[in-house]
């Protein structure tokens, strides 16, 4: 099924985005507690009162009540995938599933969305240079891979108040862009409408002059149904063939701080001989606030460091750079962020022993 926006039809498609994502955010905070979906505070959070985890069901309502109120309907390959792996976050939300589940479910939803799309990573570019290695019957998993990783960095990064809501509004705006850079207008369209009714959540979970802290927060189901759509639309931007394509490495660039966030805390952990998939306050917004930064100017400077990285990465692209040389500057970054982010940690755990021993 082909998704068809007229552009008549598109202020109607993202302003309904917008409002239902925000009415229902509001409506759905104060269901919560009978529907089982809080957010409950301890050691690790930084919240003090249950929150309401419903962020997500706003916007993945928004986002198909619009598309229902503009006469058109997502494409089945975007929204079964995202709707499964929406349902396995809300009975997350409401009671907790096991974590190897939970990546089941997830490597499930990457397989059918590369069996939907009939789109995989076939080749992937060769850093610092114009070639390509071709990953033949690689593809599948790696593709899969791929998908699990973007998922997990989006769920890491929803640590701090507006964060990961931020950083998924930067990668739907940049995502409509490459779009409609590219002559995929229609694409352009489901992105601008996502990157609406995400700013309809942040109205309730950022931190701003007349809300101090969130109301309500993203929760399970938000980061995995939202993940599988941004999957979607790198998809169909980066890896299926025809028309002029969106590099792969330009498609991820805008969750290219979420992904570098997950790697490098992942690979300290596993340096430190601990699970790598285990909660704890050793992100880098958890640095930040280490440091001595507030909570929102934490948040402001992720936010920035992200479109940044987008915006660089795409006038890349746009100026003739080759893939493979945006590809191993990224990589680069992230050697510098691994490096920078290990020795501040034991900085701050030096001179918290120094204290102590003060």
């Given amino acids: 099924m082909t998704f068809k926006l007229m552009p008549s039809n598109l202020v109607l498609f993202v302003l309904f985005a ?3 994502s925000t009415a229902t955010c509001l409506a759905l905070a104060r269901l919560a507690p009978r529907l089982r979906l809080l957010d409950l505070p301890d050691e690790r959070k930084r919240h003090d009162n249950a929150i309401p985890l419903v962020g997500g069901i706003g916007v993945l309502a928004g986002l198909l ?14 929204l079964w995938p995202s709707l499964m792996l929406f349902l396995v976050g809300v009975v997350d939300d409401m009671f907790g599933l096991n974590a190897s589940f939970k990546l089941l479910m997830q490597a499930l939803a990457a397989w059918w969305l590369i069996e939907l799309t009939g789109a995989a990573l076939f080749s992937i570019p060769a850093p610092f240079t114009h070639g390509h290695w071709v990953l033949g019957r690689l593809a599948t998993p790696i593709t899969m891979l791929m998908v699990i990783a973007l998922l997990n960095a989006i769920n890491m990064i929803d640590g701090l108040d507006g964060l990961a809501g931020g950083c998924l509004a930067i990668a739907a705006a940049g995502l409509g862009y ?3 850079m590219v002559g995929q207008p229609n694409l352009a369209s489901i992105a601008l409408a996502l990157f609406a009714a995400v700013l309809g959540f942040l109205l309730w979970n950022a931190r701003l002059p007349w809300q101090p802290r969130a109301r309500v927060f993203l929760g399970d189901a938000g980061a995995l149904g939202i993940g599988m759509l941004l999957c979607w639309l790198v998809f169909k931007l980066s890896l299926t063939p025809g028309g002029e394509r969106v590099p792969v490495t330009v498609a991820l660039a805008p969750l290219a701080v979420p992904m570098m966030d997950m790697v490098v805390v992942a690979f300290w952990r596993m340096a430190e001989r601990r699970n790598p998939m285990q909660a704890d306050r050793g992100h880098s917004h958890h640095l930040l606030l280490e440091i001595g930064l507030p909570a929102t100017a934490a948040v402001r400077l992720i936010w920035l460091a992200s479109a940044l990285v987008t915006c660089a990465t795409f006038v890349a692209w746009r100026m003739g750079v080759a893939e493979g040389r945006l590809l191993g500057v990224l990589l680069l970054c992230s050697a510098v962020h691994m490096v920078w982010f290990r020795r501040s940690w034991l900085a701050l755990r030096r001179r918290a022993r120094a204290r102590d021993g003060a």
Wanted: contains cysteine; proline residues 5%; negative net charge.
């Fill in 18 to 20: 917008f409002l239902v």
């Fill in 65 to 78: 009540v619009a598309s229902l109120c503009s006469g058109q309907a997502l494409p089945h390959e975007a």
């Fill in 178 to 180: 490459a779009a409609y």
